[in-house]
């Protein structure tokens, strides 16, 4: 990778990411929240920022890093995110948080939240077991969590009237698709299903 | 009539919808179907709130109506308990609930602090929850985040 290609990429993904969570921290509606539901958010933030990172990771995009050590890395980071995110709204609003795990929240970006839960525990679970599976079901499977992951993210994101700026926000999400998108074609999944 | 936003143009068209329909089927023209609880209403409900005459410092307007199912004839004198997150406190707290009266119109208004987005949308709570008729939990949505007023209505029937 040239340097300057290096250096625009690093800007990109630091404005992108840093940027939403600049533009959260100085929302009005934090100081009506207790710090509670404020770290609940923020995980939430964090937690979509992360998954712009994870795809440039695993394709060594980002200048300067391990990227298959820091994927793992950065994905634990994920699942932690996702668990203070949904514990942080629970100590907030319990009744709240148990209709959108039942799925039967009047909300309908909560719907996608709690698929996006599912898709996050998901790709890691597959992660965490991938010596014990075939590489075939492996990577199949992880490819498929993730990537149903960041579609229900971005549209549990931008349906959330909350503390990100919409542009920022929409920003972000475009970002994290596309990255997700290069990812899964490059790693050639059609090649997978081939039996051999 | 749905739970939805009572806008000057809902208001319009409903009262255009039941002129028409009691032109046309006179005897039919009373019947009014009762308000059904809406998914979450009841989300943070603190049984027996007190009657206050404003919650915390207000600013906010909750205001709404209350009928009899089938002939629609109005209430009063129905306890109507309002809450919501709100500049000043989180659903949960006891002091961003409150309770009113319907006035002789079966009218209620109580003044609360301005409603804030929480949980992704900008939404009240207003439930009726006595024993002369089923309870009622409504949840109603903010249509402009900047709005300072929002109403809700209920039609009730027997217990």
Redesign the interface.
């Known amino acids: 990778m040239s340097g300057r290609r290096a250096t625009l990429i690093g800007a990109l993904v630091g404005a992108l990411t840093l940027g939403p969570l600049a533009i959260a921290a100085t929302s009005p509606?934090l100081?009506?929240?207790?710090p509670v539901?404020i770290a609940a958010g923020f995980a939430g933030v964090a937690g979509l920022a992360l998954l712009l990172l994870q795809p440039l990771l695993i394709r060594r995009l980002l200048p300067g890093i391990d990227g298959r050590r820091w994927h793992r890395v950065i994905g634990v980071a994920l699942v932690l995110m996702v668990v203070i995110h949904i514990a942080g709204?629970w100590i907030?609003?319990p009744?709240?948080v148990v209709?959108v795990l039942l799925f039967?929240?009047?909300?309908p970006?909560?719907i996608w939240g709690a698929l996006a839960m599912w898709a996050i525990f998901g790709a890691a679970f597959f992660a965490a077991l991938r010596r014990r599976l075939s590489p075939r079901v492996w990577r199949l499977s992880h490819l498929v969590a993730v990537t149903l992951a960041v579609l229900t993210t971005a549209a549990h994101a931008v349906?959330?009237?909350?503390t990100m700026g919409t542009l920022s926000k929409l920003a972000l999400c475009a970002a994290a698709l596309t990255a997700t998108a290069y990812a899964v074609v490059k790693a050639k999944p059609g090649r997978m299903l081939k039996r051999r | 009539m749905t739970l939805t936003a009572l806008t000057r143009r809902t208001f319009v068209a409903a009262g255009a919808a039941t002129l028409a329909s009691g032109l046309l089927v006179p005897a039919r023209a009373a019947e009014i179907a009762p308000t059904q609880t809406m998914r979450g209403g009841a989300n943070n409900y603190r049984p027996g709130a007190p009657i206050v005459e404003r919650i915390g410092n207000g600013g906010f307007w909750m205001t709404g109506t209350v009928r009899r199912a089938g002939d629609g004839a109005p209430l009063p004198g129905q306890r109507i308990q309002v809450w919501a997150h709100t500049t000043e406190g989180h659903e949960r707290d006891p002091e961003s609930h409150g309770a009113t009266l319907t006035d002789e119109n079966g009218e209620f208004r109580l003044e609360m602090p301005q409603i804030v987005p929480a949980f992704g949308q900008a939404h009240g709570h207003v439930a009726y929850d006595s024993d002369a008729f089923k309870s009622v939990f409504l949840r109603p949505l903010l249509p402009r985040t900047s709005d300072t007023q929002l109403s809700a209505h209920f039609v009730l029937q027997p217990a």
């Not at chain 1, 039967?104 to 909300?107: L, N, Y």
């Open positions: 509606l100081q009506w929240r207790q539901y709204l907030t609003s009744p709240d209709d039967r929240s009047p909300t970006f909560s349906l959330i009237d909350g």
